[in-house]
């Protein structure tokens, strides 16, 4: 093909490219507009009251997650008034007045006392200073996450963005401590109640599951299980989620692809013998509520989208694309939440590192190939080495610009304990349902004793490889523009790579 032909094919090409890339941004645009305005309209309306005490009403949207010293509580804010003195105190019943109150539409996190305990679904009303968040920076931090500094980024270049860490949920600011009354339970009747009963039961559900685990298995083993099974990772402490992200296995425990692979594939054995399409369905069915009921964060939203386009894809008789359907969810995801692009960092690692595997999988699992007997196919082990190199490969320059550091010994602590990890969420997951059965003393020993064993030994792993000296590859300083530059080098290792398969593909 001549030389002008061949450019004006290629001008085309970026044409289109160009014009299509546009198309897809504009609407993510529009919708990022708009949320910056109403944050703003809604920060203009609390800033005229927040130099005094304020009285809100609101609802429990989410789970309550309870911390060693405390709770947090995500409420979703209906009104909000300066306070009336004595409007608001601990007990579960009020009267108050009902004048100037202006309505809203926002969320805030309160900070609160162990018990009394809340539940999702519950009607509020609470009394108390409010605040913006603020960012986390050295010998400023508080108890509870809060930085008592200022809230603006300080001169570490990796201080946590806490502030809008809660913007991209919609929670503008917080409150510690306040007064609460109940004004109505579950959320379900009364005044301002907009509980949704379906996400009441599988939170109390899972709440109950958890607290089986915790009356037989003890502690850490039941942190983590609970991490393995529902992603609850809340009371396993700073030093053994520290632990987890140096050895490389924080993904465990963050209810991973790879987690909700293993579930989604347990939920179709289990439905196996139900006709095709009944099986698909149910299967779809159970990863939404599986999905709402572990929170619905953005690493499992994308886990679950992408098992539901798969199952989508058999329903249809369809080619599954793996690389189709991770831009496809993340599109739609991005799109209905801007701010998780930038300020969500479990979903970009998330994101970046399924990308990684995709691309770069089949490349590095053809390399370990030609060495048959040092990475053999016995027991999945050259696929969990693939994938493993494959996606710390992919997630090691956003690393080193978020934390400074990369895992080093990640290959080899995946490869002691992901292949025990099918068989450990099957166990946990039995040890949890045993709490709500009859069954018998010597049948519940002999789970719980495999369950222990089984989390004792990947405890064992973790805090080993968490603690080697050498385990982490830090680095003082990597600017913003150097992990671009590694990304685009990856970018042309993967097109030098694509077309040499192209290449070989072409008859002789």
């Known amino acids: 093909m001549p030389r002008g032909q061949l450019l004006l094919q290629y001008g ?142 300080g001169s570490d270049p990796r201080e946590f963005d806490y502030v809008h860490y809660l913007s991209k949920d919609g929670i503008l600011f917080v409150m510690k401590n306040p007064g609460i009354v109940i004004e109505n339970v579950g959320g379900i009747s009364g005044t301002g109640g907009r509980g949704n009963p379906l996400y009441k039961a599988l939170f109390r559900f899972k709440d109950a599951f958890l607290g089986n685990l915790k009356r037989v298995l003890g502690e850490p083993q039941a942190s983590l299980a609970g991490g393995l099974v529902v992603g609850e990772k809340s009371t396993l402490g700073k030093d053994l989620l520290d632990n987890f992200r140096k050895s490389g296995l924080i993904h465990v425990v963050i209810l991973s ?19 095709r399409t009944g099986s698909l369905l149910l299967s779809g069915f159970a990863i939404v509520l599986f999905g709402i009921m572990v929170g619905g964060k953005a690493t499992v939203i994308r886990a679950c989208a992408m098992a539901l386009v798969g199952i989508f894809a058999q329903l249809m008789y369809r080619d599954y694309n793996a690389l189709r359907a991770l831009f496809f969810v993340g599109y739609i995801m991005v799109l209905h939440n801007p701010y998780i692009a930038q300020y969500d960092a479990s979903f970009q690692v998330s994101f970046v590192s399924t990308l990684g595997l995709i691309l770069f999988g089949r490349y590095i699992e053809r390399a370990l190939a030609h060495y048959p007997r040092i990475f053999t196919e016995h027991f999945g082990i050259r696929s ?55 069954v018998g003393y010597y049948i519940t020993e002999a789970v719980v004793a495999v369950a222990h064993v089984l989390l004792t030994y990947q405890l064992f792993i973790v805090n080993t490889f968490g603690n080697l000296p050498f385990g982490i590859f830090e680095v003082r300083h990597f600017p913003l523009w150097m992990m671009w ?24």
């Not at 989604?264 to 139900?274: E, I, M």
């Not at 080193?400 to 997951?429: E, Q």
């Open 384 to 438: 969990l080495i693939t994938s493993t190199l494959a996606t710390q490969f992919a997630v090691a320059p956003l690393l080193l610009y978020m934390m400074g550091d990369a895992s080093l010994v990640g290959v080899f602590a995946n490869l002691l304990v992901l292949p025990l990890i099918p068989i450990t969420m099957v166990v946990v997951f039995v040890t949890g349902m045993i709490g709500f059965l009859h």
């Open 485 to 508: 530059l590694t990304y685009a080098g990856y970018a042309l290792l993967f097109i030098v790579l694509r077309s040499r398969d192209s290449s070989r593909r072409l008859p002789s």
């Open 257 to 275: 692809g790879y987690s909700i692979n293993i579930i989604a594939g347990s939920v179709r054995s289990l439905l196996s013998f139900l006709p």
């Open 12 to 153: 085309k090409r970026c044409v289109y490219w160009c014009a299509l890339i546009c198309f897809l941004l504009v609407p993510i645009w529009l919708r990022l507009l708009y949320a910056d305005a109403h944050q703003a309209q809604v920060k203009s309306l609390i800033y005229r009251m927040r130099y005094g005490k304020v009285d809100i009403r609101g609802v429990i949207d989410d789970d309550p997650v309870t911390k060693a010293k405390n709770a947090n509580i995500t409420v979703h804010v209906l009104s909000v008034r300066p306070a009336v003195v004595g409007t608001a105190t601990t007990s579960t019943s009020a009267s108050h007045p009902v004048s100037s109150w202006v309505d809203v539409d926002t969320r805030i996190l309160v900070t609160t006392k162990q018990y009394p305990q809340y539940a999702y679904g519950d009607s509020l009303m609470l009394s108390g200073r409010i605040s913006p968040p603020r960012n986390f920076s050295d010998g400023g931090s508080s108890s509870d996450g809060a930085s008592t500094g200022d809230g603006g980024v």
